[in-house]
């Protein structure tokens, strides 16, 4: 009897399990099939992520609720990394319901988030119509797209977020900014987390991205590291619609805010004493030099371009200076080389990154007669080895001259053309004289508002270093009127620095 018995417990409790695997196995199945498939076709058929669509299955950490989302994510979404992280988000967004910013009924949009925790902490917290993007999706609570290309509605959301330092690292910081005004409602708020904007001209540029929006607020908050520093959570309102990128013009006077004003006193001071020695005063003052790029952040321009004006050849100053010495905190610059004496053409067609411009750098389009100064005695070497400018007049007879015929371009309207306010633009200016006439020119126009840093050098009737107490006859401005030059950029609020 006691073996009979027993032969049925054992085949009635395989029974029963091999019910329940066959139950779990249907209720697998049935997650999978609305996690992956349907959660799929309803993101690119439209925006959809309602929780009927986006059903979530639940395990308990501790006293907190985790979702699961399968056996390959689920030791990612039961580690105390992830609920960590959970928790830290839910704290912020609570703070930010306080304050009126979000609500239960927003619908909202986590950007850059790769797993997605801060899209769990908003349904966490009752913000149930939430959801993330990402390159990579993340089913069920990130969806696959571009942050500079979202695969959204316009006026879709009413709150947006942006951490783990997304708008700073994208390659495209102002389609990002952009795409967020584009997809954010008039009236709704954009919250982005951030360890750059902590001075005053990263934070200007900054808000310079988002012409939708008007600032509300800034805190510095702490990370989940405590190690690390805190970053700055910056919060802006939709009030009007995206302008598009370039559209405005610069007036013609620059504004000079404070921020701007500031970066000047800090800057390396001029040299007020004419030196005696000019070929090694100025050469050892590069030294001196106080870099924009090493006193504040340049992360949220939108381009970063690089102008040779009197290039010469590249390794004049581009591949020899810009290239290897400028702190260009890895950002990747569009360089223009502008060269009118022909000699040097052909060598920037080999060299990739750099668009030529064989002009003459001038106030007008025009053609113009460019002279080619040479030492004496020496005017059989190669064409293009002396120093070009522009000449109307013979020069000086200590110096034989050749002429060319080449074009000159309006380089105010040309800089006007192809820079926006948003772009970070360096310059370094060699022309030989004409510096005396460009740069009056571009900060009548307000061409010069453009332009962030100059390195700018001056020609002048200095000491000759062939002939003591002899100033060269080349040219027949003083040291006091490059003075006079440099000050004048200073105070329209461009940081400049003396070349040599």
Request: glycine share 8%.
């Amino acid at each position: 009897m006691d073996a009979a018995v027993g032969r049925r417990s054992l085949l009635r409790n395989i029974l029963i399990r091999t019910i329940f695997l066959f139950v779990g196995l249907i209720v697998v199945g049935e997650f999978f099939y609305i996690a992956r498939i349907k959660g799929r076709d309803c993101v690119s058929d439209g925006f959809c992520f309602s929780p009927e669509n986006l059903k979530i299955s639940s395990v308990m950490v501790g006293s907190h609720q985790a979702a699961t989302i399968g056996e390959s994510s689920s030791g990612l979404w039961t580690s105390k990394q992830w609920r960590k992280s959970v928790d830290y988000f839910s704290s912020l967004f609570q703070d930010l319901i306080s304050e009126g910013y979000l609500s239960p009924d927003s619908k909202s949009l986590c950007i850059e988030t790769s797993t997605g925790e801060d899209v769990f902490a908003l349904r966490e917290i009752g913000v149930v119509d939430a959801i993330g993007i990402s390159k990579k999706a993340f089913p069920p609570l990130v969806v696959s797209g571009q942050a500079y290309r979202q695969p959204f509605d316009d006026n879709t959301f009413d709150f947006e977020f942006s951490s783990n330092g997304g708008l700073e690292l994208s390659i495209r910081p102002a389609n990002f900014a952009a795409e967020i005004g584009r997809t954010l409602k008039p009236g709704g708020f954009v919250v982005v987390h951030t360890v750059a904007a902590k001075d005053t001209y990263s934070f200007n540029s900054f808000l310079e991205l988002f012409n939708c929006c008007r600032f509300i607020r800034s805190r510095d908050i702490d990370v989940l590291d405590s190690s690390l520093p805190s970053i700055r959570e910056i919060v802006l309102k939709k009030d009007i619609e995206m302008l598009e990128h370039g559209e405005s013009s610069p007036g013609k006077k620059c504004s000079v805010p404070g921020h701007k004003q500031e970066i000047i006193r800090n800057a390396e001071p001029l040299i007020e004493e004419e030196p005696l020695k000019p070929w090694i005063t100025l050469k050892r003052n590069i030294k001196n030099i106080k870099y924009l790029t090493s006193m504040v952040d340049v992360s949220f321009k939108q381009r970063y371009l690089y102008v040779d004006v009197g290039a010469r050849n590249y390794g004049s100053s581009i591949g020899s200076w810009f290239k290897k010495q400028y702190p260009k905190q890895n950002k990747t610059f569009e360089i223009y080389a502008i060269e009118a004496d022909k000699a040097f053409h052909g060598e920037y067609r080999l060299k990739k990154g750099v668009t030529l411009l064989p002009y003459a750098a001038w106030l007008r389009n025009e053609t113009l007669f460019f002279e080619i100064t040479r030492d004496p005695g020496k005017k059989v070497q190669e064409r293009g080895r002396g120093m070009g400018r522009i000449q109307p007049v013979q020069s000086s007879a200590n110096y034989a001259a050749d002429f060319d015929k080449v074009e000159g371009i309006d380089f105010a309207n040309w800089l006007k053309r192809t820079i926006s306010e948003r772009d970070f633009v360096v310059m370094k200016m060699d022309v030989e004289g004409t510096e005396f006439h460009l740069i009056p020119r571009l900060i009548e126009t307000g061409a010069i508002c453009l332009i962030d840093e100059i390195f700018l050098e001056c020609h002048y009737n200095r000491w000759q270093r062939c002939c003591p107490g002899q100033r060269s006859s080349k040219f027949q401005k003083t040291y006091a009127q490059c003075l006079n030059l440099f000050s004048s950029l200073r105070k329209s609020g461009v940081l400049v620095h003396q070349w040599w």
